[in-house]
T-cell receptor, first 115, second 114 residues
Framework: AQTVTQSQPEMSVQEAETVTLSCTYDTSENNYYLFWYKQPPSRQMILVIRQEAYKQQNATENRFSVNFQKAAKSFSLKISDSQLGDTAMYFCAFMNNNAGNMLTFGGGTRLMVKP | DVKVTQSSRYLVKRTGEKVFLECVQDMDHENMFWYRQDPGLGLRLIYFSYDVKMKEKGDIPEGYSVSREKKERFSLILESASTNQTSMYLC?????????????FGQGTRLTVV
């Protein structure tokens, strides 16, 4: 079974600053995906970024990037130039590629972007 | 755009009632999921389905059942609601197949059992 741990229940950042959210996971699998999902106050969960475990290059999506350390089983999310609209719950999630599309989630980090 | 629609945003039910949470997706996705979201615990998988009339237990199936009679609809059933089932329930769907990993979520149903 996989586990996903987010050690920061809450974080805050000033608008335009950079913030990094931490995530670690535990698995014996070698073929998997990692995700960051965002849940704003509207409750609509949306995908922020995805990383395939077999790819060494870190994924980036505009202001969002990850630091994927496979050996350390670490998958952090960096948000650059933070905006007020980034205020949300952020969930790290794991998917075993050999077990369908089921996601295992971390406990979440509540991020507040301050003006 | 993929749309996953949950029938209610808020529900209040009494202990012992049978409760139905409905979820419909409009993109012909193979996979559908029900998750429960609780503070500090993230989302936990209750049940999932890879095809019509097919269901598999997730991590916390006790006290729940599901029904998938049509491809687009996946229902979560609380046979006899209890106060410890007060929670946020999220439905999700995904296309399935190699590389099609993105899950699309509904807006959630906040259920209160009194």
């Amino acid at each position: 079974a996989q586990t996903v741990t987010q050690s920061q229940p809450e974080m805050s950042v000033q608008e335009a600053e950079t913030v990094t959210l931490s995530c670690t996971y535990d698995t014996s699998e070698n073929n998997y995906y990692l995700f960051w999902y965002k849940q704003p106050p509207s409750r609509q969960m949306i995908l922020v970024i995805r990383q395939e475990a077999y790819k060494q290059q870190n994924a980036t999506e505009n202001r969002f990037s990850v630091n994927f350390q496979k050996a350390a089983k670490s998958f952090s999310l960096k948000i650059s130039d933070s905006q007020l609209g980034d205020t949300a719950m952020y969930f790290c999630a794991f998917m075993n590629n050999n077990a369908g599309n089921m996601l295992t989630f971390g406990g979440g980090t509540r991020l507040m972007v301050k003006p | 755009d993929v749309k996953v629609t949950q029938s209610s945003r808020y529900l209040v039910k009494r202990t012992g009632e049978k409760v139905f949470l409905e979820c419909v997706q409009d993109m012909d996705h193979e996979n559908m999921f029900w998750y429960r979201q609780d503070p500090g615990l993230g989302l936990r998988l209750i049940y999932f389905s890879y095809d019509v009339k097919m269901k598999e237990k997730g991590d916390i199936p006790e006290g729940y059942s599901v029904s998938r009679e049509k491809k687009e609809r996946f229902s979560l059933i609380l046979e006899s609601a209890s106060t410890n089932q007060t929670s946020m329930y999220l439905c999700a769907s995904s296309l399935g197949g190699t590389g099609n990993t993105e899950a699309f979520f509904g807006q959630g149903t906040r259920l209160t059992v009194v």
